[in-house]
């Protein structure tokens, strides 16, 4: 399985949870990559974490025979060459504006900057930028070495060259890009998953349910098929032989009527409180949930592939 050769050397800011992830993924797929990370972690834990993450991509890719060993770095002057940047800060607009202009300080004028920011829209982060169309959004979801989507969004100054060049990098990993239309804050994927949360909190809060419960609620019941396919084309499904149209006509008010009785209530210390107690009363093993979690997500996404899903 060979990268495209549209971009040569990939420069990831920032090694943490998603960074690291990321780094991975490139490397596996025959990128030359440099982390850059000026609080950089000891590099043989960095190398054991590829490493890992190299060993899940095996059981799911066949032919990634030409990986990269990854450069670390403390020092941003080692992304000069890169085509293609991956920025991976913390979620504060302030430092992400000073790590970006920093790094157009350092690359080239046609390297693409692309940011894995959750929340911030693009027009946020060009905003102090120099040559601002070529600093776009490249959202994953964690971790993105395994999850296949990547959202790609523009700002107020753009070049659909650019995000066509994205798109092709992102593509060459085996990743999903889905271009999004407008920018608007946490894209699309986060909104979903917002909307979904705060019903779980809500639902939490109101004393309807346990922490436990709404989680096996949904992992048990619509997350299976949300896994296989989206809301609009599962409801499609819901229709019986009418298909959606079927479905809105019946059933839609009845959708409505449950949205007017949607919840919404803020995080207070209590209510904090009361999630974290009903996560750690189960005492769950982080490291073994998270072996676990990727194990299944390489099985789901094996048959989602044999399936054509």
């Not at 059981?59 to 085509?83: A, C, H, M, P, Q």
Request: glycine share 8%; aromatic share 6%; hydrophobic share 35%.
């Amino acid at each position: 399985m060979k990268a495209a050769q549209v971009e040569n050397q990939i420069g990831v800011v920032g090694a943490g949870l998603i960074g690291m992830s990321w780094a991975g993924l490139f490397s596996a797929f025959g990128y030359e990559t440099t982390v850059y990370d000026p609080y950089l972690k000891k590099q043989h834990l960095a190398n054991q974490e590829i490493n890992e993450i190299w060993g899940s991509l095996d059981l799911l890719f066949d032919g990634l025979e030409n990986k990269k060993r990854v450069k670390f770095s403390d020092k941003i002057d080692d992304l000069n060459s890169s085509t293609f940047i991956q920025e991976n800060c913390p979620e504060d607009l302030t430092l992400k504006q000073q790590t970006i202009s920093k790094i157009e300080r350092v690359v080239s004028k046609d390297t693409i900057i692309s940011s894995s920011t959750s929340s911030f829209m693009p027009s946020e982060l060009q905003s102090v930028c120099t040559k601002p169309e070529r600093v776009i959004v490249g959202h994953p979801m964690n971790p993105p070495h395994l999850i296949p989507v990547v959202e790609v969004v523009l700002g107020k100054a753009f070049n659909l060259e650019i995000s066509n060049r994205a798109k092709y990098f992102y593509n060459s990993l085996e990743r999903v890009p889905v271009q999004i239309k407008k920018e608007m804050r946490g894209h699309l994927a986060n909104r979903l998953t917002s909307a979904l949360y705060r019903e779980a909190v809500y639902l939490v809060s109101e004393g309807v349910a346990e922490v436990a419960d709404v989680d096996a609620v949904m992992s048990n019941g619509p997350g299976l098929r949300l896994a296989l396919l989206g809301p609009h084309m599962n409801y499609h499904l819901g229709g019986g032989d009418g298909g959606y149209r079927s479905y809105l006509e019946h059933l839609g008010p009845s959708q409505e009527a449950r949205w007017k009785t949607l919840g919404q209530t803020p995080l207070t210390k209590d209510l904090k409180e009361k999630l974290i107690h009903g996560i750690e009363s189960q005492n769950p093993d982080t490291s073994e949930l998270k072996i676990k979690r990727d194990n299944s997500l390489i099985e789901i996404l094996k048959t989602k592939k044999e399936n054509k899903l």
